[in-house]
């Protein structure tokens, strides 16, 4: 199992270090009015380092045990995310960041089992506003507006 979860990380390094490569090309701005590249470099960098501590732990303190396979309701769960996640990314660029965001997080949601229907519709609400509020207008990072452009 060390050497899958080895396997892992290490990937996780590379990927990690792919996407701070790709951050490095947008425009960072200045300090007085920072570009729509902070952010992902920001993230970046936080994911390089997640990415080393979990290789040096992984080496330092090998994990016991097996590793574990969601089976039944667990990798039903598992593939619902997975499949609202990837309709977020098809529908994106049709039906524009706020409409994907709010199916995407009501499924989520849902499906991680919140049953207050206010709730769930609430907090889909205040996510969705609230990510296109940091993205779009503080940050001017420019979202797609699908049917709404």
Do not use: C, N
């Amino acid at each position: 199992m060390q050497r899958v979860l080895l396997v892992v990380d290490i990937t996780a390094l590379i990927l990690s270090l792919l996407y701070l490569v790709g951050a490095f090309g947008y425009p960072r701005g200045t300090m007085d009015q920072p570009g729509p590249g902070l952010y992902p470099i920001f993230v970046g960098i936080l994911l390089v380092i997640a990415s080393i501590g979990s290789i040096v732990t992984d080496l330092v303190k090998p994990a016991q045990g097996e590793l574990e396979i969601p089976k039944g309701k667990d990798l039903g769960r598992l593939l619902i995310v997975a499949g609202a996640a990837a309709a977020y990314v098809f529908l994106l660029p049709y039906a524009g960041h706020l409409l994907s965001a709010i199916m995407l997080v009501f499924i989520v949601l849902h499906t991680m089992g919140l049953t207050s229907w206010p709730m769930k519709i609430g907090v889909t609400i205040v996510i969705a506003l609230g990510s296109y509020y940091l993205f779009d207008i503080l940050l001017m990072v420019p979202l797609p507006r699908g049917i709404f452009s």
